[in-house]
């Protein structure tokens, strides 16, 4: 009787509140992966978020009168939203465009991010309280807390915005690079955009 309830009302219920979050947080990143254009890698995760939803959609289906399992499912959702959204963040993948409108002199702020290795475009503007200058780089996104420190450091009062970019093709980046240029664990990159 004992084994009966403890499986039926905390197994179980947590058994598909482990395999929500699996399944949603590989249908966060397929998302990500989509947005980003990777093609090869998105309909991988698509596989094994579906198959993973299957099996635990069967199972809250094959216990419906159970309040726990639809606790476990609902939340195993929030939480996996949670932590695919912790693992992108951790993976920094993909590239940004950091755009900067200063009304003050730019020389230090240009100078230190070329410094850095970052391609830097810059181009007089006029804003809507005089003559302003328009610094454009694109970066990868696990450099962006150094560049946006820069921004702060140069230039506090500068507007900046920040965002994704798609594709690049070719410019000038510093020699390191996140999890996802670098390859996991050393390993090459396998899923190329392109290839």
Not at 25 to 44: C, D, E, H, N, S
Not at 134 to 160: C, H, W
Not at 165 to 186: Q, W
Request: hydrophobic share 45%; aromatic share 12%.
């Amino acid at each position: 009787m004992w084994d009966a309830w403890w499986f039926t009302y905390l197994l179980l219920p947590g058994l598909i509140f482990a395999a929500r979050i699996c399944d949603v947080t590989i249908g966060t990143l397929r998302i990500i992966m989509v947005g980003r254009g990777r093609k090869y890698l998105a309909p991988v995760l698509g596989f094994f978020e579906i198959l993973i939803w299957i099996v635990v959609i069967g199972k809250v289906m094959e216990n419906l009168g159970n309040i726990m399992c639809y606790l476990g499912y609902a939340g195993g959702f929030a939480t996996g939203n949670l932590v695919g959204i912790v693992i992108e963040e951790k993976l920094a993948m993909g590239m940004l465009v950091v755009r900067v409108i200063t009304r003050k002199e730019s020389n230090e702020l240009v100078a230190g991010l070329r410094e850095s290795g970052y391609g830097v475009t810059r181009v007089p503007a006029k804003g809507g309280q005089g003559p302003v200058e328009l610094i454009y780089t694109v970066i990868r996104r696990s450099d962006m807390e150094d560049v946006i420190g820069m921004v702060e450091k140069f230039n506090p009062q500068a507007f900046y915005s920040v965002e994704d970019v798609r594709a690049v093709s070719k410019g000038v980046f510093p020699a390191h690079g996140s999890i996802y240029e670098r390859g996991i664990f050393g390993f090459p990159r396998i899923f190329r955009k392109g290839k």
